[in-house]
């Protein structure tokens, strides 16, 4: 069986998929976030409560499925 976390990074990059899937279909745009901020993202995700400085109601999981592709491809 999957974990939470493992699911919800599935779910994420599934609904990454589909979200880029569709875009490229209907206006032939790609969806991309520069290294750093999606990087930034992550690291604001993976802080505790106490520690962030304004409230992101996105797991650290579900924010991982979303942007590890902007993490692990570089798009030129």
Known sequence: MF???TALVLAGGGLRLVLQWQLRKRWDI???LP???AGALV??????SILQP????VPLSLTLGLL?????????
């Open 3 to 5: 974990t939470t976390f």
């Open 30 to 32: 790609s969806l991309a």
């Open 35 to 37: 290294h750093a901020l």
């Open 43 to 48: 690291v604001l995700a993976g802080l505790p």
């Open 54 to 57: 304004f409230p992101f109601p």
């Open 68 to 76: 590890l592709p902007d993490l692990l491809l570089r798009r030129g």
